[in-house]
């Protein structure tokens, strides 16, 4: 089964700090995304990464800088906090699990980070 | 643009069906999927489709119609531990292969 960590399950911050949340995962997956859920909004992309060293902006990056130094590691970075970034960060890896039981690249998802930033 | 809709939230009853319905219209399609997410949990995969007609799997179905920009996942014999959150997503090769979400649909199940 493809395992996805993510660093911390809750987390307070205060208003200007640097944030580092981390993402691991264990299926040699090369794509690996990151996610913000807000309700009503749903999950909105932040950044994703398809290699090593590589990064592109997704949909919402403003505030958010990424690092993708190995393969199974995918870190989120806000340079400096804001009350507006108070959200659940879910990451996730893109790739197939097991033979047979999809035919195309599935998301598999972390147990995600709820980051309040007071 | 992309735009990916479902209804906000269904209540159905112990034992019933629930359908739940995601109509799209994105720049590209090459796939839709549905998740399960419960309360403050991780997304879970539950269903692929990339052709039109139904996939069965179980208690759940989901359908696909790419010329009405249509879905819907079916869940039957509902049970209990069915509350939650169910998330359908489009994949668009337009848009870089990446995956859209709609907003997702909270189930309730009553006894």
């Known amino acids: 089964d493809v395992k996805v960590t993510q660093s911390s399950r809750y987390l307070v911050k205060r208003t200007g700090e640097k944030v580092f949340l981390e993402c691991v995962q264990d299926?040699?997956?090369?794509?690996m995304f990151w996610y913000r859920q807000d309700p009503g909004l749903g999950l909105r992309l932040i950044y994703f990464?398809?290699?090593?060293?590589?990064?592109e902006k997704g949909d919402i990056p403003e505030g958010y800088s990424v690092s993708r130094e190995k393969k199974e590691r995918f870190s989120l970075i806000l340079e400096s906090a804001s009350t507006n970034q108070t959200s659940m960060y879910l990451c996730?890896?893109?790739?197939?699990?097991?033979?047979?039981?999809?035919?195309?690249?599935?998301?598999?998802f972390g147990p995600g980070t709820r980051l309040t930033v007071l | 643009g992309q735009n990916i809709d479902q209804p906000t939230e269904m209540t159905a009853t112990e034992g019933a069906i629930v359908q739940i319905n995601c109509t799209y219209q994105?720049?590209?399609?090459?796939?839709l999927f549905w998740y399960q997410q419960h309360a403050g949990e991780a997304p879970t995969f539950l269903s692929y489709?990339?052709?039109?007609g139904l996939e069965e799997k179980g208690r759940f179905s989901s359908f696909l119609s790419r010329s009405k920009g249509y879905s819907y996942l079916l869940l039957k014999e509902l049970q209990m531990k069915d509350s939650a959150s169910y998330l359908c997503?489009?994949?668009?090769?337009?848009?870089?292969?990446?995956?859209?979400f709609g907003g997702g649909t909270r189930v309730l199940v009553k006894p």
């Open positions: 996730a890896s893109e790739g197939r699990s097991s033979p047979g039981q999809v035919n195309t690249d599935t998301q598999y």
């Open positions: 299926m040699d997956h090369e794509n």
């Open positions: 990464s398809y290699d090593v060293k590589m990064k």
């Open positions: 994105t720049s590209g399609f090459n796939g």
């Open positions: 489709n990339v052709l039109d």
């Open positions: 997503a489009v994949r668009d090769p337009v848009a870089g292969n990446k995956l859209t």
